[in-house]
């Protein structure tokens, strides 16, 4: 029971409470620039956690059962590093052939996902935790979910500010940073979850 309860205060708390993008400031890089249409930025948002959730746990396998018995955990960042360009090259690859206007939709921001900080702060937060393969996927995931959450959110936001009178100077991505720092503060009322 101790291990559920563990792994649904991670849960909650990568998603909501230490949020990857609001508190952490991991991934801006597509939160920004993905942000513009919901759709666009729920494609991205399923691509990331398909890419973090699976990169925690083979990373976290690799490390576990290949890095740590070779006392080679010094080369942990350029091998998750790999291991994420790998996942995104997966991900590419089905993203333009199963759904191709995504694809478009995406552009550049989907191979950016192999430099997007957040995966890989992940992948090492998992090992600086000392999490294991399962708690460190539960983790990935959460971060993941939390991180689409964000997007989705902002996405949602700016559709509406589109058909707001916004004076010129404030218009474009002035308003958009405004908007993300109140989203910032707002996800800080989660901390009182747990």
Known sequence: ??????????????????????????GLCP????????????????AVIFVITLASAVAGAIYQYILVPLGIEYLQTIVFILVIAALVQFV???????????YQALGVYLPLITTNCAVLGVALGNVQKEYGILTGTVNGFATAVG????IVILAGLREKMEHNDIPESFQGMPTVLLTAGLMAIAFCGFSGLL
């Open 92 to 102: 590419e690859m089905f993203l333009k052939k199963a759904m191709p206007s995504l």
């Open 147 to 150: 991180f689409t959450i964000a």
């Open 1 to 26: 029971m101790s291990q559920v309860r563990e792994l649904l205060m991670i849960l909650i708390g990568s998603s909501l409470v230490s949020n990857v993008v609001l508190s952490q400031f991991l």
């Open 31 to 46: 939160f920004l620039g993905v942000s513009k249409k919901v759709k666009t930025a729920g494609g991205m948002g399923v």
